[in-house]
């Protein structure tokens, strides 16, 4: 049976030599990621030559209207003159 083509597929993979295992993780660190990121990039980039862009196509149309947020976001975008000095 397939797959669908945007059903993510999970992996355990055993036995990375030492050197591999501290060539990633370094690497994660330096781009302050996930090992697991900077795994899913390195192996697509070295078998099909180019990362794959995130895709967020599961969210579209997901978003529901919260008038507790929106008060909330409006009361933080106010600006306090007293506090707030701009130049002249």
């Given at each position: 049976?397939?797959?669908?083509?945007?059903?993510?597929v999970?992996?355990?993979?055993?036995?990375?030599?030492p050197?591999?295992?501290?060539?990633?993780?370094?690497?994660?660190a330096?781009?302050?990621?996930?090992?697991?990121r900077?795994?899913?990039?390195?192996?697509?980039?070295a078998l099909?030559?180019?990362?794959?862009?995130?895709?967020?196509?599961?969210?579209?149309?997901k978003w529901t209207?919260d008038?507790?947020?929106?008060?909330?976001?409006?009361?933080?975008r106010?600006?306090?003159?007293e506090?707030?000095?701009?130049?002249?």
């Amino acid at each position: 049976m397939r797959r669908p083509s945007n059903s993510p597929v999970h992996y355990t993979i055993r036995g990375i030599p030492p050197e591999v295992d501290h060539a990633l993780r370094l690497k994660a660190a330096q781009r302050k990621q996930s090992l697991n990121r900077v795994v899913l990039d390195e192996l697509t980039r070295a078998l099909i030559g180019r990362p794959v862009k995130a895709d967020f196509s599961d969210l579209v149309g997901k978003w529901t209207p919260d008038p507790a947020f929106d008060e909330i976001v409006a009361f933080q975008r106010q600006i306090d003159f007293e506090k707030w000095k701009g130049e002249k």
